[in-house]
RNA sequence: GGGCCUGUAACUCAAUCGGUAGAGUAUCGGCCUUUUAAGCCGAGAGUUGUGGGUUCGAGUCCCACCGGGCCCA
């Protein structure tokens, strides 16, 4: 049992009750910020006039004096100094006995340099603006052996992932990833509305899931009384869209998928996917090439990333190596690509399959095994073989092959591309193609044929090429975080008190009641 | 699903071969009217993830479970 007397929790909650005894807001409504820190210390002039402001941020440090008091304060913009005296203060300075690191405050005051030559807040006004209850993880001083003095923040990763709140509140290299994930978005918004894209919204709870293969989330509806699957991917209907004379459509789509989770793969994703009329995937590996190289120019000013340790160069046209090709200098028979060969050719590179894993599903792997890791990129993989792609166009020159390329970066793909298939009738086939997997027991094939896509096909859909990107693993890369858990604010965890909802976890989706709200 | 690693104070970490669970920061009390994540004096703080087992004795060894990480499938 904690003693109450020195228990950090408990020591501020008494502070807070004897502040509200003495008539003193904890929680206030208001302050009234008028200047941020970084701007006073900017706008600051040692025989300029002088200047008044009023701030509020963080407690981040207080150095007591007994009469005389020095703290920090962290605002949006960066960290300020503030200097009460208890002399020009008055009864107002006993706050300072009720303070603690990481309550919210504000000052006004006017800026002076102390002795010592740091330009501070000489405070005539101080409100505690909100009580913080529980100490921050700020961590333990560690000296290098060239004498520099830092502190460690808090390292443990489920610590960071459980409590981001705490995490940013604590690691300004957190907040930066964030920040800079907010503008890799902003960049590919931008350079997508250039062009004339149209930004649209379609929906997350779909009747008929598609667009991609994995196994989805489920819901109920309860008024309509039928299940709904959250989206694995937004492309089908992206593509209703262009059907409709959206020529030029894109989506910032979370998508669900019901798969493992490890250092690149989450169960809710952000994927960006667009779609132009009247391109093909030729015209979009010169987009991917200049969508990636102008995102790192806009973020380095350079064309180099560098991801854990490993540097490539952006800089366009990047190779292009056909998939099979790929696999041939792997070692791969690929003059039969019948699901018998292409078995024997799993067993011989000893890639794994499954019994009921077909020609596709079959060529990924062996594609995942031998070839993936050795892409260190930026490269295209492209003209994958047509029973990988149930939504890419027939290549021009080849019945075999599709018209589709992967953009690989460090081992792994970021963005994913076809010419779209909008022949109706190939569309059909390739539509039950897959549900007959799906009876096989292939969890991941679409569950039935989305008769209300193929209709739209029937009303004709122009030549098409459309792109995913995955948002997650783009930032991964330019933002050098080692999981994708550190690109997502609140990442998907076990639940902390251990509890897991009885009941059978069998690989048939399990329809669950919705609340209704 | 398999393998390896991991869980000790609020945070970061120690604890030799199985032998009294410690340190810095934070917290509390005291002094201090220009400090630099101040200084000095003093104090409190732990069911070592949970439950079993081995042992005279378990943070340490064994088993199960819970959480997390990495690698593989």
């Known amino acids: ?230 989206r694995i991917a937004d492309e089908l209907y992206l593509k209703r869209c262009v059907v409709g004379g959206l020529e030029r459509v894109y989506e910032v789509a979370k998508d669900f998928r019901n798969e493992g989770i490890d250092r690149f793969h989450s169960p809710e994703f952000t994927m960006l996917e667009f779609y132009q009329a009247y391109a093909d995937y030729e015209d979009f590996m010169a987009l991917a090439e200049e969508l990636l ?47 018998s060969a292409l078995a024997a050719e799993a067993k011989r590179h000893e890639v794994e399959i499954s019994e009921q894993e077909r020609e596709g599903k079959i060529l990924e792997a062996l594609f995942d095994h031998l070839v993936e890791p050795t892409l260190e990129g930026p490269v295209f993989v492209i003209d994958h073989p047509r029973a990988t792609s149930p939504l890419a166009k027939a290549h021009s020159r080849d019945s075999r092959l599709v018209e589709r390329f992967e953009a690989y970066l460090f081992g792994r793909e970021w963005a994913n591309a076809f010419s779209e298939l909008n022949d109706p009738r190939d569309q059909r086939r390739r539509f039950e193609d897959q549900a007959d997997l799906a009876a096989t027991g292939d969890l991941e094939a679409p569950n039935v044929v989305d008769e ?11 030549p098409t090429a459309g792109m995913g990107i995955g948002i997650d693993r783009l930032v991964m890369f330019l933002t050098d975080q080692p999981s994708i858990r550190d690109v997502i604010l609140f990442p998907a965890l076990r639940p902390e008190d251990g509890r897991v909802t009885e009941g059978e976890d069998t690989d048939q989706p399990i329809v669950e009641d919705g609340v209704d709200l």
């Not at 109920?220 to 959250?230: E, S, V």
């Not at 209300?452 to 004709?460: C, H, I, K, P």
């Open 293 to 339: 190289v102008g995102l790192v120019g806009e973020l380095t000013g350079g064309t180099e990333i560098t991801y854990q340790g490993r540097t490539v160069d952006a800089t366009p046209p990047w190779p292009r190596i056909g998939f099979l090709d790929a696999l041939a200098e792997r070692g791969v028979a690929i003059d039969d690509l019948s699901r």
């Open 1 to 230: 049992m904690p003693d109450p007397e020195t228990d950090p929790i408990s020591v501020r909650l008494s502070k807070l009750v004897e502040l509200e005894r003495i008539g003193i807001d904890p929680y206030p409504s208001s302050w009234g910020v008028t200047d941020l820190a970084a701007d006073l210390l900017e706008a600051f002039q040692d025989d300029g006039p002088d200047i008044e402001c009023r701030i509020a941020g963080r407690v981040v440090a207080i150095r007591r004096h007994g009469k005389t008091t020095f703290s920090h304060l962290a605002d949006r913009s960066g960290r300020i100094q503030a200097y009460l005296r208890q002399d020009e203060l008055g009864d107002s300075y006993d706050l300072v006995d009720h303070l603690d690191i990481g309550d919210f405050v504000g000052v006004a005051g006017h800026l002076f340099r102390t002795r010592t030559g740091e330009i501070t807040v000489r405070v005539g006004e101080a409100a505690l603006l909100a009580k913080a209850l529980r100490p921050l993880p700020f961590g333990k001083l560690v000296e290098s052996e060239d004498g520099d003095r830092t502190y460690h923040r808090v390292v443990d990763r489920e610590f960071r992932y459980r409590q981001r709140y705490a995490d940013l509140a604590v690691r300004p290299e957190a907040r930066r990833v964030f920040e800079r994930r907010s503008r890799i978005i902003r960049c590919l918004r931008n350079e997508l509305e250039r062009r004339g894209f149209l930004e649209v919204e379609t929906p997350v709870l779909q009747p008929v899931y598609g667009g991609a293969t994995a196994r989805p989330f489920v819901t109920h509806h309860q008024t309509l009384g039928i299940p709904l699957y959250l």
């Open 452 to 462: 209300d896509f193929l209709r739209a096909l029937e009303y004709g859909m122009p």
